[in-house]
């Protein structure tokens, strides 16, 4: 008798459910990628809308580059639902920036932060905060 030259093997009913799971698991994963994409796009427009609104905003165009830098970041899905900074925050985000000292040097750049005079703007290059302490010597004999 010739040997057949396929053979014909029935899937056990077990493997047969885990391939049609596998193949619904990889079709949602495709539904959430693009959720993800239009979430990220709608946080796009959004985040758009708040430069081209905001009248505290003092470089417009800067504004749109970051937003579009964080859409894009976003696709890439290097970050999640992280908000572009807004002008309203830039403040909290200084005082984040203190964390990191101990001490006098945190509570001095607190200060540099919440009271000192400000000079410059984002358009000049920079934002400088100005603290200025007293400290009087003694002199030792």
Do not use: W
């Amino acid at each position: 008798m010739p040997k057949p030259l396929f053979r014909t093997r029935i899937l056990s009913p077990a493997i047969a459910g885990l391939l049609i799971g596998l193949a619904s698991l990889s079709s949602g994963y495709a539904t959430a990628a693009d959720s993800g994409m239009a979430d990220a796009k709608a946080q796009y427009e959004k985040d758009k809308a708040a430069c081209l609104n905001d009248s505290t905003t003092n470089d417009i165009n800067a504004c749109l580059r970051d937003a579009g830098a964080t859409y894009q970041s976003r696709i890439k899905g290097k970050q999640k639902n992280q908000p572009v900074a807004s002008n309203s925050n830039f403040r909290e985000n200084a005082i984040e920036r203190c964390r990191i000292f101990r001490g006098d040097d945190r509570s001095q750049c607190e200060h540099r932060i919440m009271d000192g005079p400000v000079e410059g703007s984002v358009r000049k290059g920079g934002i400088l905060y100005e603290s200025s302490t007293r400290e009087i010597l003694s002199r030792n004999p």
